[in-house]
């Protein structure tokens, strides 16, 4: 019989109560972690809400699995019903909300995990798109307070549960209100000691203000070189929270 996920996650799969944070230096260290951290890794319940460059990464995180099943192998599903967290361990992700409406996609996450998800998952997390901060539209500082606002709300509602912030992917122009976005985000990390995703510096590779030319065939999705970073910093994501790495 099967442990209840948050049990499972007690008794075996320990998150560390630290701040992480995964940037473009941990891109290199995936490839470096021990089979026993992925394994850790592994047991883990993840819930994911993201559009289509989260959909690059998981892709991506496919053909990582494809090339190396022995290391990089992960359960997943799409559109989860609780009960596939109940039975499983591994990847639960969705689409959230609509694109180029960052309140609505903040909205629809912070129902989802409230009304669905808190209680079968250890780890929750949604990303915004480069097209929901173009450099004329929402206001990056109002975004922000609303993401705050209702991720610290559901953290109050479900402790157990560790909360992973994203930064707003990049495009190859047109990037300030992304970066002020990035700016509020890892500040607000590093001093409230939260788990952080760079997507943003993965994708400048921590130089510039831009999504590196290599990395994309479109301007803002990523392409095969893209997103095999991401998807390995991903995997030093998934260890880190697993308490390995």
Not at 26 to 50: N, T
Request: hydrophobic share 40%; proline share 4%; net charge negative.
């Amino acid at each position: 019989m099967r442990l209840s996920p948050l049990l499972a996650l007690l008794l075996a799969v320990p998150l560390p109560a630290e701040s992480i944070l995964v940037d473009h230096t941990s891109v290199a260290k995936a490839d470096a972690l021990p089979k026993e951290a992925l394994d850790r890794a592994r047991k883990l319940d993840v819930l994911f809400g993201h559009q289509s460059v989260g959909g690059n990464i998981l892709e991506g995180l496919s053909e990582l699995a494809e090339a190396k099943p022995d290391r990089y192998a992960l359960e997943r599903t799409e559109n989860p019903e609780a009960d596939w967290f109940r039975e499983n361990d591994g990847l639960g992700d969705f689409a959230v909300g609509e694109n180029e409406d960052p309140m609505r996609k903040i909205e629809d996450f912070r129902t989802r995990v409230s009304e669905t998800y808190g209680d079968v998952v250890s780890v929750a997390m949604f990303k915004l798109c480069f097209v929901d901060l173009p450099e004329e539209g929402a206001d990056p500082k109002e975004v922000f307070e609303a993401a705050r606002t209702a991720i610290e709300g559901l953290e109050k509602e479900h402790p157990k549960v560790v909360f992973v912030w994203w930064t707003c992917p990049l495009a190859t122009d047109g990037n300030s209100a992304r970066l002020e976005y990035a700016r509020l985000v890892r500040t607000y990390c590093r001093e409230k000691g939260k788990a952080l995703f760079d997507l943003a510096d993965i994708e400048c590779d921590g130089k510039g203000d831009a999504l590196k030319q290599e990395w994309t065939d479109d301007g803002g999705h990523l392409n095969e070189a893209g997103r095999a970073r991401a998807a390995r910093a991903f995997w030093v994501l998934l260890a880190r929270l697993a308490g390995a790495g």
